[in-house]
């Protein structure tokens, strides 16, 4: 017998992710938020029409999250990973990694467009 997933339930799970308020650049992975907020090299604030939910690429369904351009470097350093902060809530919804961009005090870093796709059943 084949598997099957309603599109309502992985848009439920992405609906989380859309909770987002900031994208954060980091120098490392964080697992908590308190380590995401602390470590935040830089950041976007984020809104809802920053986010777009629709068919996934492969299977599934996905939501992107758009371009931010010019954030201010708040740290200097080298960002690895980008994060995605409910900071109303203090949660850690999703980490990524990114291309090592060193970032420099008084200077700006763009948050490149991506997704985060959850696949359909195999």
């Not at 740290?75 to 809530?89: F, N, W």
């Not at 467009?113 to 059943?121: F, H, K, L, T």
Request: overall charge negative.
């Amino acid at each position: 017998m084949g598997k099957w997933v309603a599109e309502e339930v992985l848009d439920g799970a992405l609906a989380i992710v859309v909770g987002a308020n900031r994208a954060v650049a980091l120098g490392s992975q964080p697992t908590t938020f308190a380590a995401a907020w602390s470590g935040r090299l830089a950041e976007a604030t984020l809104t809802a029409g920053d986010f777009s939910v629709g068919p996934g690429d492969s299977s599934g369904r996905k939501v992107t999250i758009a371009a931010k351009a010019g954030a201010d470097v708040l740290v200097p350093g080298s960002a690895t990973h980008v994060a995605l902060l409910d900071t109303t809530g203090g949660r850690l919804l999703y980490v990524t990694t990114c291309p090592d961009q060193p970032l420099a005090m008084g200077g700006t870093v763009n948050f490149e467009s991506w997704s985060v796709e959850i696949g359909a059943p195999v």
